[in-house]
């Protein structure tokens, strides 16, 4: 995900995100983190997305 990286200097000093997957016993992949709304107070997110079982070739 390497484009959290990019955007404007507001964006890259208001946002932090951590991401993460995992393919056992069910792929999942997830963002989570912390924003700065324009009062200066932080809130907060996270989303996952879980797919179906991965098996074995």
């Keep these: 995900m ?3 990286r990019r ?6 000093n208001n946002v932090m995100i951590k991401t993460g997957t995992l393919n056992q016993p069910f792929a ?4 989570a983190g912390y924003f700065r709304t ?3 107070r ?4 996270a989303s996952w997305s879980m797919g179906t079982a991965v098996r074995p070739i």
């Design 28 to 31: 999942v992949r997830a963002a």
């Design 42 to 45: 932080w809130g907060y997110l």
């Design 2 to 4: 390497r484009f959290i």
């Design 7 to 12: 955007g404007s200097s507001t964006f890259q």
């Design 38 to 40: 324009a009062q200066g």
